[in-house]
């Protein structure tokens, strides 16, 4: 699938991009809630078998938008909005959030913006997890052991980005077409092909 609109932000693909990051924003202050709360009884680094979540407005927005920075913007805002509702991780989501977009849109600017197909969903998502988790490993786990946490928390959360953030974007993305509430995107048009 391609995309032959200009890259030029209309209003709507502002509107909804920042729909989508308030929301995944509210959602981001509840997976913190569940992976500080009943998820914490998971020992690190299992527990990122969930991680994938925060990374789906990334992809998600990337895959509806389909213009630079789509990617960047809907995750961002989903951080701050994340950080205004009192985040367990403070501040330090307004470098780790915009971190984690700048990974996934590299996956779209790669293939300039035209291809919005799986394996570009799946290559967004897994960047965007593996700046995740290398963030991680030297911010928040900086004492711990390459062999027996880091290199697993790292595949684990790229595994988690992969499937939850790529697949389940790509999922979302097709559900959201199929309703006809994306006919004023690409993503809506060409409903068969993503």
């Known amino acids: ?8 932000w209309r209003t709507i693909d502002i509107v909804i991009a920042a729909v989508l990051g308030v929301a995944f924003g509210i959602i981001f202050w509840a997976w913190g809630l569940l992976w500080n709360g009943p998820a914490d009884a998971i020992p690190l680094p299992g527990r990122a078998a969930i991680y994938g979540v925060w990374l789906v407005p990334a992809v998600l927005g ?13 995750l961002t805002v ?22 984690e977009a700048a990974a996934a ?16 969903a799946l290559l967004a998502a897994t960047l ?25 928390y790292i595949l684990i959360t790229a595994v988690s980005s992969l499937v939850i953030a790529g697949l389940g974007s790509v999922a979302l993305t097709r559900a959201l077409a199929r309703t006809g509430v994306l006919d004023r995107f690409p993503a809506g048009r060409e409903r068969a092909a993503i």
Request: glycine share 10%; charged share 10%.
């Open 105 to 120: 849109e590299l996956a779209f600017a790669a293939f300039g913006y035209r291809v919005f197909r799986l394996p570009v």
């Open 62 to 74: 990337g895959l509806i938008i389909r213009k630079p920075g789509a990617a960047f913007f809907t």
């Open 1 to 8: 699938m391609t995309n032959t609109d200009s890259n030029r």
């Open 78 to 99: 989903a951080a701050l909005v994340s950080v205004a509702l009192g985040s367990s991780w403070g501040w330090t989501l307004v470098i780790q959030g915009p971190l």
């Open 128 to 152: 965007a997890g593996l700046a995740a988790s290398l963030y991680d490993v030297f911010v928040w786990y900086p004492d711990t052991a390459w062999g027996s946490f880091r290199l697993p």
